[in-house]
């Protein structure tokens, strides 16, 4: 298998604070409009298979559609036909590399899903986290696709930078509006943009005149996430000196853990800065973990469906 860009230490320090990272039209647009085919009839498709029903009405077999709806549980390497839209997104190199940098080269298939936002629709969903399994450093990734242009106010999905490490339960922050700093997705098609699964975010009201599509996937590790993106330049830059009330050093990891988001207070900053700081030593292997909790980890998500 060729070898993928990693992650830099840039990046991996950006998504610890601010819980996302975004790539800009990186999916070619002959994918694209491929998804943009195989999309709408994937989401009819897990329609069936939810209502237990097949096209003739008949309960849905169990491996109905496998090619398309891949278990739970599934490595990602054999979860989708590599001339399918899916396999062929999760296959450019950029994302591929993102998806080893961050829950390395064989993670599993938590769940998947297309969400279509229809022309006109302006209902505001909540602001919510999708399940969350466990509380430990240890996280999934949640990939949105979209294989089209959004233009602002056409359905994009709404998120907060820097909620990812303040867990909550589901929906409980859906009372939440017009956070300062929030974002509302628009851009170019074949962006992805990879979310940690703490991330608060909701479906965005559509007032554009055409559907709005996305493919959602979200990715279970199963190795320690420990050192996995292009290492070469951490050290330089990743200074044990570098105290909370140090110098802030432009170029230095420590910068970029201290960063405010609009929405923070000073002392909820502060709290923050902490809690990067061990994701940030669970990433660099500074941080004591139970292995054989990990690999049980592993295996009981293995045997979930996450909804």
């Known amino acids: ?21 975004r790539f800009d039209a990186v999916v070619p647009n002959e994918i694209n409009q491929q998804a943009m085919t195989e999309l709408p009839g994937l989401f009819r498709t897990w329609l069936d298979e939810f209502r237990g029903v097949t096209g003739g009405g008949a309960p849905a077999s169990d491996d109905a559609d496998e090619a398309l709806l891949p278990r739970s549980g599934t490595a990602l390497h054999d979860a989708y036909a590599p001339e399918s839209a899916f396999g062929r997104m999760v296959r450019v190199p950029i994302i591929a590399g993102a998806i080893a940098s961050l829950v390395g080269a064989d993670p599993v298939v938590d769940h998947h899903f297309v969400h279509i936002k229809q022309a006109g629709d302006l209902h505001a969903q909540g602001l919510h986290c999708d399940a969350i399994i466990d509380q430990g450093l240890a996280f999934d990734i949640q990939l949105f696709w979209v294989p089209h242009d959004v233009a602002p106010r056409e359905g994009g999905t709404r998120f907060v930078p820097g909620s990812h490490l303040r867990r909550v339960n589901m929906d409980d922050v859906a ?19 990879i979310f940690h699964q703490g991330l608060w975010h909701a479906g965005a009201p559509n007032h554009g005149d055409r559907d709005r599509v996305m493919g959602k996937l979200r990715l279970n590790p199963t190795r320690p996430q420990v050192r996995l993106w292009d290492t070469s330049d951490l050290e330089p830059r990743n200074r044990a000196d570098d105290h909370m009330f140090a110098r802030m050093e432009p170029g230095m990891v420590a910068s970029e853990l201290r960063r405010s988001e609009p929405w923070y207070e000073p002392s909820v900053n502060r709290l923050e800065t902490v809690q990067r700081s061990q994701l940030w030593r669970y990433l660099t292997g500074d941080h004591e973990f139970d292995v054989d909790w990990y690999l049980t980890r592993t295996e009981r ?7």
Do not use: C, K, N
């Open 175 to 193: 009372r939440y509006h017009h956070l300062a700093g929030e974002q509302y997705f628009a851009g170019e098609a074949g962006t992805v943009v």
């Open 301 to 307: 998500r293995a045997a979930l469906v996450t909804p």
């Open 1 to 21: 298998m060729p070898a993928v860009p990693l992650l830099t230490t840039d990046q991996m320090a950006s998504f610890v604070s601010r819980g996302f990272l």
